[in-house]
């Protein structure tokens, strides 16, 4: 018999996971967890609870007994209301038989995609700070991470001329997420145009991430998918936990061509079979009736977003006005510590969780994420600890 020893030393790790860093969210999170009375402005989580109409319908079907399996595409009447949704909301038709998916989250539909469509040595695009796990999907689906850097001058908005400069031969599919986590960016219907004709000119497909585009308070913009010659191109993901306040549920969708949706399912029915159904009925409720409670809660987003970027420029850490989601990207370059520093130092003396900038990419250095769907009162004494950490400096 082998002892340990020997049995530990093999390499049993693959090569292209050893690679794969661990979320710069969940490491720097692992220190906050270390440290008692925190006010954290870290997790992107809603501080709403889910409406109670969209929890009674969960309760609802457990008490009908609705504890089956349901079909690898999901509950059929809640894919015609998510289609329905899609349809109003974003001016893209899509038929529900075959052209949705509903999946374990968001993050479940971006895996799906990036493991249906990329061979290997396949490159995606991808703008940068953005959400940790663009990168690390690409790679894990044996692709190449291809990173455009965005800029705090240009509202952190992605640069088509700069996408395009980006393409090679090896160039398969472009990531977009707009609004954006970690910067609350959006993109104008001119730059979203550009992008299209970038696509269509390279024959690439389109993930577009909406999964914050509920929350967009100012001047919002059609999806890239509605756009001349991107139906057919485009992976539209989206799902419930940020405009609805469901990340417990674990339900999002992918809507898109057939040929994808089906590469899609197949996956998803060997790993994951279906989503909860009890999930899959709150998710159909919602789309229902929790638009009144959608808006409510965006409207408080709104007046947080304005304390929060007043605080964050009068204390001296330059914030830009985000036009989507719920996180400030505040500058703290000047006060000369890198972001990492930054933050630790903040959780250390003044007990404020905010995230640092690198864990959404290098061009985040410089840069704390902040999250306002914490409450106001919690934004009101964060802010009050920050002024009081930078004027210790």
Known sequence: MKDSKSVRSKNRVAEHIKTVPKSGIRDFFELVNGVKGVVSLGIGEPDFVTPWRIREAAIYSMEKGQTSYTSNLGLLSLRKNICNYVAVNYGVNYRPENECIVTVGVSEALDLIMRAVINPGDEVIYHEPCYVSYKAEITMAHGVPVAVETHEEDGFALDPDELEKKITPKTKMIVLNFPCNPTGATLTLEQKQRIAEIAVKHDLLVISDEIYSELTYENATASIASLPGMRDRTIFLHGFSKAFAMTGFRIG???????????????????????????????????????????????????????????????????????????????????????????????NEQKVAVVPGTAFGPCGEGYVRCSYASSMDEIIEATDKIEKFIKSL
């Not at 790993?271 to 809660?297: F, H, K, N, V, Y």
């Not at 505040?330 to 006060?335: F, K, L, S």
């Open 253 to 347: 969708y992918a809507c898109g061509p057939e040929d994808l949706i089906d590469a899609m399912m197949k996956i998803h029915q060997y790993s994951m079979l279906c989503a909860a159904i009890t999930a899959q009925r709150a998710a159909e409720e919602a789309l229902i009736s929790g638009t009144p409670d959608m808006e409510r809660m965006k409207e408080e987003y709104r007046q947080r977003r304005n304390v929060i970027v007043k605080r964050m420029n009068e204390i001296g850490l330059p914030c830009m006005m985000p036009k989507g989601a719920f996180y400030v990207f505040p500058r703290i370059r000047d006060t000369g510590m890198k972001s990492m520093e930054f933050a630790t130092r903040l959780l």
